[in-house]
């Protein structure tokens, strides 16, 4: 783990010293690099700490590294050492583009994008891209989404019924039918990404 976390910090850092992007802090990149240690090194020390540095292709001043080392070396001694991906990321300001980027797949979040909206987004875009695999189009083309009752000042209830008396065909509109069911009907929303067979009973729209 803290090797892959150097590898992810050395591609970050020379890629913003490539393009002349800001670096961030030298205070939150001395406490990430002193988290390398931590996970790889027997014991953290400004020795250990200045070998990663070197790796990374950063020079961080001992006036800055050292009393980080001190700090992260007495917190791991009295296993009160935290770390976590989103506070690596806030140390060094990784943003979410930053991190689409070079492909940080682990270990350091965006500090401007929380990783349950990052897991969010990645979700729908999957759901959005298997849609479209299997022929379906977005959910922001369906009727939930455009609600074209409301530019004809209609209700949702009385645009699919004056629908249904017309006799509109599902290919018109594949995301709605309407169902009977006993004695009255039901307006069913589509949510098949695939075209269904329509029973003789039904009426479709």
Not at 85 to 94: D, F, K, R
Not at 121 to 133: G, H, L
Not at 146 to 159: F, L, Q, S, V
Not at 197 to 204: C, G, L, R, S
């Amino acid at each position: 783990m803290g090797l892959e976390l150097r590898k992810y910090l050395t591609r970050i850092y020379r890629a913003r010293k490539r393009e002349g992007l800001a670096i961030g802090g030298l205070d939150g990149w001395a406490r990430a690099i002193c988290y390398v240690s931590a996970r790889v090194d027997t014991a953290v020390n400004l020795r250990s700490v200045t070998r990663h540095c070197l790796r990374v292709g950063i020079d961080i001043p001992d006036t800055i590294l050292e009393p980080v080392v001190r700090e992260v070396a007495a917190a791991r001694a009295a296993g009160a050492l935290t770390f976590s991906s989103a506070l690596v990321g806030e140390m060094i300001q990784l943003t979410a583009a930053e991190r689409e980027e070079h492909e940080v797949r682990r270990l350091i979040d965006a500090c401007d994008q929380p990783a349950d909206d990052r897991r969010r987004a990645t979700a729908r875009e999957r759901s959005a891209k298997r849609r479209a695999d299997r022929g379906g189009k977005p959910r922001s083309a369906s009727f939930q989404a455009t609600k074209p009752w409301i530019a004809e000042g209609k209700t949702r209830t009385a645009w699919f019924e004056e629908r249904r008396r017309l006799g509109l065909t599902r290919h018109s509109h594949p995301d709605i039918f309407i169902r009977k069911k006993g004695d009255r009907d039901e307006t069913v929303q589509n949510t098949s990404d695939r075209d269904e067979t329509v029973q003789d009973n039904e009426v479709v729209e």
